[in-house]
Each structure stands twice: as C-alpha cells, then as structure tokens.
C-alpha cells in the first residue's frame, strides 16, 4: 500500500492552483465517519490546500479497508495557515458529524493532534460544546502517531465517479500526485456537494483551454 512519505514528493501542475501550492503549510487530522463525505468537505474550505484519507488512532502496522483492525477511519488536511487556523478546522469537524453518536471503532469521533497547540484547542473547544450545549460528546482526542494511505480507490471518492473528469486527471497526475493535488480536491468537493461557484472558480483552469469538464454538484 501507499505509505505517507510516497506523498512527500508528489507534485503535477496541470492545473493552476496545483502550481501555487504553499509550502509552508500545517496539518489536521479527524475521525468523523466515512472518510468519503469528510473528504469532501474539507475540501472545499478556503485556504485547505490538500486532503486525503486513510487510517489512523490505532496500533496495527498494516490496516486495510477491508481490516481496519484498531484503526479509525480519518481525513487529514494541509491548510495555509495565512488564509485559515485549526480553529476553522474544528469549526468544520463538528459541524461535519454527529459527535453524540456512539459508534464502532473504525467511525469514532476522533481528533488527533499533532502538537501541544492543537491539543490545546481541541480540548478547550470539546470543553466549551459540552459546557454550552450540557451535552457530552463521544469524541477523543489523541496524540497523532502514523497516517496509514487507503487504497488509492478511496481518495477523492466523489471525483472518482466522475469517468471523464477523472480521466483527464490520470492524464496529467500519478496516483500519489492526484492525492495531493489541490484541483483534485476542490472538485472532489463540488462534485460532493460542498463547493459553490467560488469553489469551481478556484479550479478554473482545468487541462488548458479544450477542457468542457464541468462537475455537476451531487445533491446531498
Ligand atoms: N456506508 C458507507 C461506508 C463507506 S466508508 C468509506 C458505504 O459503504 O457506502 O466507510
């Protein structure tokens, strides 16, 4: 499978947006359910820059979608800390799930952290929901360890269905670089129902000028 560091490298720019990437650039990673929809909605956030799935939280060495053993389904995200912060990130993970529900091990509400920082807010935010709301929440917070790749059919689930537009994207990108790809990502959104007519706007520039690719948003 995939592993993280087939990523680090992995860089096409057919499309604008994937020539612009910021480098400096910091990551989140959250359980919230099926990976699918939770991709797709970061997807679309201002200043998120990649998004990608797989699985995390546990301690097996090789999970799969078929077995994911002690692991947790989960999105991370980059995102340009110029245009957005992990508070927005956590704006956008519990509006994206039902963090009430008690659920198996591989859908749990999950934040897992990468530093102290964002351990911090995520717990001060948890604190101030259940405070607010007298409600408590199933989610955990853990301390980030090993992102294991899924299976390269999982990423950008939505775009996949989409035969031509994925094609043109197999053109130009390898697998690793279309899990990177910001273009991928934004149409990825869209085409799951998240992005608007800003969020295509930001990916207009698809496989130059012959391109008549336009992703129909699916209703939710
Ligand atoms: N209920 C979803 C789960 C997919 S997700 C990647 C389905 O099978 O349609 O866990």
Same mark, same amino acid.
Request: hydrophobic share 30%; net charge negative.
């Given at each position: 499978?995939?592993?993280?560091?087939?990523?680090?490298?992995?860089?096409?720019?057919?499309?604008?947006?994937?020539?612009t990437?910021?480098?400096? #650039?910091?990551?989140a990673?959250?359980?919230?359910?099926?990976f699918?929809?939770?991709?797709?909605?970061f997807?679309? &956030?201002?200043?998120?820059? *990649?998004t990608r #799935?797989?699985y995390a939280?546990g301690?097996?060495?090789?999970?799969?979608?078929?077995?994911?053993?002690?692991?947790?389904?989960v #999105?991370q995200?980059?995102?340009d800390?110029?245009?957005?912060?992990?508070?927005e990130?956590?704006?956008?993970?519990?509006?994206?799930?039902?963090?009430?529900?008690?659920?198996?091990?591989q859908? *749990?509400?999950?934040?897992l952290?990468h530093?102290?920082?964002?351990?911090?807010?995520a717990?001060?935010?948890?604190?101030?929901?259940e405070?607010?709301?007298d409600v408590s929440?199933?989610?955990?917070?853990e301390?980030?360890?090993?992102?294991?790749?899924?299976?390269?059919?999982?990423?950008?689930?939505?775009? &996949?269905?989409?035969?031509?537009?994925?094609?043109e994207?197999?053109?130009?990108?390898?697998?690793?670089?279309?899990?990177?790809?910001?273009?991928?990502?934004?149409y990825n959104?869209?085409v799951?129902?998240?992005?608007?007519?800003a969020?295509?706007?930001?990916?207009?520039?698809?496989?130059?000028?012959?391109?008549?690719?336009?992703?129909e948003? &699916?209703?939710d």
């Amino acid at each position: 499978m995939r592993t993280a560091s087939d990523l680090e490298a992995a860089t096409a720019d057919a499309f604008e947006i994937d020539a612009t990437t910021p480098t400096d #650039v910091e990551t989140a990673t959250f359980g919230m359910g099926c990976f699918w929809s939770s991709e797709a909605l970061f997807g679309a &956030r201002d200043g998120v820059v *990649r998004t990608r #799935v797989g699985y995390a939280g546990g301690e097996e060495s090789d999970p799969t979608y078929e077995d994911v053993s002690d692991h947790t389904e989960v #999105v991370q995200v980059d995102y340009d800390p110029n245009r957005t912060d992990y508070g927005e990130m956590l704006e956008t993970f519990w509006a994206g799930h039902d963090p009430t529900e008690d659920q198996k091990q591989q859908y *749990r509400s999950l934040i897992l952290v990468h530093d102290d920082a964002q351990r911090t807010r995520a717990e001060t935010h948890l604190a101030g929901i259940e405070d607010q709301t007298d409600v408590s929440l199933t989610t955990a917070v853990e301390t980030f360890d090993t992102f294991h790749v899924a299976e390269d059919y999982h990423q950008k689930y939505y775009l &996949r269905g989409e035969e031509e537009l994925l094609a043109e994207f197999e053109a130009e990108y390898s697998p690793a670089e279309f899990i990177n790809s910001t273009a991928a990502a934004r149409y990825n959104a869209v085409v799951g129902g998240h992005g608007d007519e800003a969020t295509l706007e930001s990916v207009r520039e698809p496989f130059g000028a012959s391109s008549n690719q336009e992703p129909e948003p &699916r209703p939710d």
